[in-house]
């Protein structure tokens, strides 16, 4: 067992890249035959159409549901992130239980959270859920807005054990070796 909590935080403007990152972060710990457990968000387009309707939530295990729509076509009074309506009762349902550990599942050496950020802290479950993660011996992978002043996001910040990373255009390639290298080295 771990002696120490570790955050990996990563940070950039939206659209740099912050969660192809993440991405290429998994697939190489994968390689390596590390356990992980968590969600990334994606963007989604309208069929035919380059323009963003929304963001999906994406277990690392391939689940699909949805975060966000930009007109969802129901009736049902959502709260709303500009012009997104935020699924939050969704989003609770795919993304919670992967914060936890399951007694038939091994203990992740990696729990991945792509993002916290205004849609997902609509959920003060998931805000209490992420809070709780920070007290325990983790090691975690978040992505964070670049410009945030939410508690939580602070917490993160300035938890003990965090380690941020900040991504550009001009680092974006090479960020993923350094942060691997990292959080390899923090399970040990």
Do not use: W
């Given at each position: ?11 950039g ?8 990152l ?36 994406v ?14 076509g ?7 992130v ?19 550990i ?54 993160l ?22 942060i ?9």
């Amino acid at each position: 067992m771990k002696n120490a909590n570790t955050t990996v935080i990563i940070t950039g403007p939206p659209g740099v890249g912050k969660t192809t990152l993440v991405h290429k972060i998994c697939l190489a710990l994968r390689d390596k035959g590390r356990i992980l457990q968590g969600f990334y968000t994606e963007e989604v387009r309208g069929e035919g159409i380059s323009q963003r309707i929304g963001f999906d939530v994406v277990t690392l295990s391939g689940k699909r549901g949805i975060l966000s729509r930009e007109n969802p076509g129901d009736q049902l009074r959502r709260p709303k992130v500009g012009k997104y309506s935020v699924f939050v009762r969704d989003f609770e349902t795919l993304a919670l239980p992967l914060l936890g550990i399951e007694d038939s599942q091994p203990e992740p050496d990696l729990l991945v959270v792509d993002e916290v950020g205004k849609m997902e802290l609509l959920s003060k479950r998931f805000e209490l859920a992420m809070a709780d993660l920070l007290k325990e011996k983790r090691t975690l992978l978040v992505t964070i807005p670049e410009r945030s002043t939410v508690d939580l996001v602070e917490q993160l910040r300035k938890s003990a054990g965090s380690n941020i990373y900040q991504v550009t255009r001009s680092n974006r390639n090479i960020l993923a070796g350094e942060i691997i290298e990292h959080i390899t080295k923090s399970l040990l």
